[in-house]
């Protein structure tokens, strides 16, 4: 039996889908559609409207993956979590965000100017020829203003749908070495053979861990080195939200700060949220750093500011060069590159290598 394991919103401040990507190959299996004069048959145009509309992200579909044994395993999204990624896109702002091929850079030129989540037999969808799409569907429609980018890509077949990068926690519904059940339970309350199987799978983990095979010694840890500049940063931004009244800080953002304060240790599934939010709101941060009763201001000071990002990405570097970075990581072209409990996730794109 193969592991399937469902993508889910487990932090609204940190998992997003953060852009969306042009790929040949789209994992969901639906191409998007371009128009032009002769198909739209719009009334009064001349040239072509350089207009894509497909599916981002369909409910419930489960997508092949394969691990860097060569094992496979499928994702999914749940209805759900499509509808509320396909909110918190827009409630962001992220309507230019978009890449090539999942490329490591911004493209400019893509705009998406529709959006929705199918619902029903009436949904204009349908006017596409997009009827076979299930209910819940996210679809996007967008304006390709490059017209390079149109004529060299779109036209010619060199893309042929949408992929989301995404920040996602993965949750396992079906594994075929261990019942869900019995990670639910107490260690206390493990039978002897319970116990033996979750000590077999913790000896696979640290087996795969490049220290083992050097012979040195493996701990898990946590992390409290980084420096004085952060606690004060996140202490700033407890003063600062109270002087507003509390509106600028979420529970979890309420929750990191008080850690970082506190000068509590940190584990690596936390440190790498704080590069993926602090990464990301870097440059809204630098917009209104001079107010110091923004909520950009305080959100970010809360996540440790500047210093925090710093130490954050170097202390990343430091852990996976000393270990293996994760436990399903994908060698498969067109697989999601990481998959971890918490970890960046591109998904469902087709990359030609992983990254």
Not at 129 to 144: A, E, N, Q
Request: glycine share 6%.
């Amino acid at each position: 039996m193969e592991k399937l394991y469902e993508l889910i919103i487990s932090d609204e401040e940190t998992d997003e889908v953060m852009a969306i990507s042009l790929v040949e190959s789209p994992a969901i299996e639906e191409p998007f559609m371009y128009f032009n004069k002769e198909e739209l048959r719009f009334a009064q145009v001349d040239n072509e409207q350089q207009m894509l509309i497909g599916a981002i992200l369909v409910p419930d579909k489960k997508i092949l993956r394969i691990d860097g044994q060569g094992n496979p395993y499928h994702v999914f999204f749940s209805k759900e979590t499509v509808k509320k990624l396909a909110q918190n896109y827009l409630m962001k702002k992220y309507n230019d965000s978009a890449t090539l091929e999942h490329g490591d850079k911004k493209i400019g030129g893509v705009h998406l100017v529709q959006s929705w989540i199918k619902e029903g037999k009436l949904d204009k969808s349908n006017n596409y020829g997009m009827s076979s799409l299930p209910d819940g569907t996210w679809i996007g429609m967008f304006k390709i203003a490059d017209k390079k980018l149109w004529n060299d890509y779109v036209k010619t077949g060199k893309v042929k749908g949408f992929s989301v990068e995404a920040y996602l926690e993965s949750k396992l519904v079906k594994a075929s070495m261990i019942p869900e059940s019995l990670l639910d339970k107490d260690i206390n309350d493990l039978n002897e053979q319970e116990a033996e199987i979750l000590l077999s799978m913790m000896k696979a983990i640290v087996k795969k861990d490049k220290r083992y095979g050097k012979g040195q010694k493996i701990e898990f840890q946590a992390y409290d080195d980084y420096p004085q500049s952060v606690r004060d940063a996140a202490r700033i931004a407890r003063e600062q939200n109270e002087k507003v009244g509390g509106k600028c800080m979420t529970i979890v953002g309420k929750r990191r700060s008080a850690d970082l304060e506190a000068g509590r240790p940190l584990s690596r599934e936390t440190i790498a949220r704080m590069v993926s939010y602090l990464s990301r709101a870097k440059d809204v941060y630098e917009q209104n750093k001079s107010d110091r009763e923004s909520c950009s201001y305080i959100a970010y000071k809360g996540w440790g500011g500047e210093t925090a990002l710093t130490w954050a990405e170097n202390k990343l570097k430091q852990i996976d060069m000393e270990a293996q970075p994760s436990i399903v990581s994908s060698s498969y072209p067109g697989q999601i590159a990481k998959v971890k409990k918490k970890d960046l996730i591109v998904a469902p794109a087709l990359i030609g290598n992983d990254k």
